[in-house]
T-cell receptor, first 114, second 110 residues
Framework: AQSVTQPDIHITVSEGASLELRCNYS??????LFWYVQSPGQGLQLLLK??????LVQGIKGFEAEFKRSQSSFNLRKPSVHWSDAAEYFC????????????FGKGTRLHILP | NAGVTQTPKFQVLKTGQSMTLQCAQD?????MYWYRQDPGMGLRLIYY???????DKGEVPNGYNVSRLNKREFSLRLESAAPSQTSVYFC?????????FGEGSWLTVV
């Protein structure tokens, strides 16, 4: 069965510091992978997605993620965080053209220190 | 440019009452989903529908029923609400590339 693990419930970084949020998945075939962000009281916004091809994908707001098949990981990175990046981040896995079930991780809440 | 529209946005129910959350999308997507979001639990899939006329259980289907009325609409029904169903509910639809979410429905069961 497919699953997503985000090992870090909370992460705190200083403004301007680099960021890496971890995501590990379990899936029986080549997965579709997503990162979403949710600000307090808001809906979910797609940051980036991976389907195939180049394993380093660029997203909005300066985020990128790298797909590593050997490690079953899809970690999200940003070289320099801004206070406005404080939010909850969700990794998701699925495959739209198969059983269409998209499963999300439990999320990582990012806190930014001034 | 409506996208995914879900109603109501806020609802308070008494234990044992029933209600239906409505969801409609105008993007001609085949796939639609219902998730619930609870603190520390992320988004958990309740039910999904890969196409009109089909529905499948997700991770937490107990206590819920769904209807894929047509290609546009996918409703979620709570037959006898329980306090454990207090949550934020998100409807979503997808094409082959992206999932699109509604704005969420805040449901409180007292």
């Amino acid at each position: 069965a497919q699953s997503v693990t985000q090992p870090d419930i909370h992460i705190t970084v200083s403004e301007g510091a680099s960021l890496e949020l971890r995501c590990n998945y379990s899936y029986g075939a080549t997965p579709y992978l997503f990162w979403y962000v949710q600000s307090p009281g808001q809906g979910l916004q797609l940051l980036l997605k991976y389907f195939s091809g180049d394993t380093l994908v660029q997203g909005i707001k300066g985020f990128e993620a790298e797909f590593k098949r050997s490690q079953s990981s899809f970690n999200l990175r940003k070289p320099s965080v801004h206070w406005s990046d404080a939010a909850e981040y969700f990794c998701a896995v699925g495959q739209m053209n198969r059983d269409d079930k998209i499963i999300f991780g439990k999320g990582t809440r990012l806190h930014i220190l001034p | 440019n409506a996208g995914v529209t879900q109603t109501p946005k806020f609802q308070v129910l008494k234990t044992g009452q029933s209600m239906t959350l409505q969801c409609a999308q105008d993007m001609n997507h085949n796939s639609m989903y219902w998730y619930r979001q609870d603190p520390g639990m992320g988004l958990r899939l309740i039910y999904y529908s890969a196409s009109e006329g089909t529905t499948d259980k997700g991770e937490v289907p107990n206590g819920y029923n769904v209807s894929r009325l047509n290609k546009r609409e996918f409703s979620l029904r709570l037959e006898s609400a329980a306090p454990s169903q207090t949550s934020v509910y998100f409807c979503a639809s997808s094409d082959l590339n992206t999932i699109y979410f509604g704005e969420g429905s805040w449901l409180t069961v007292v």
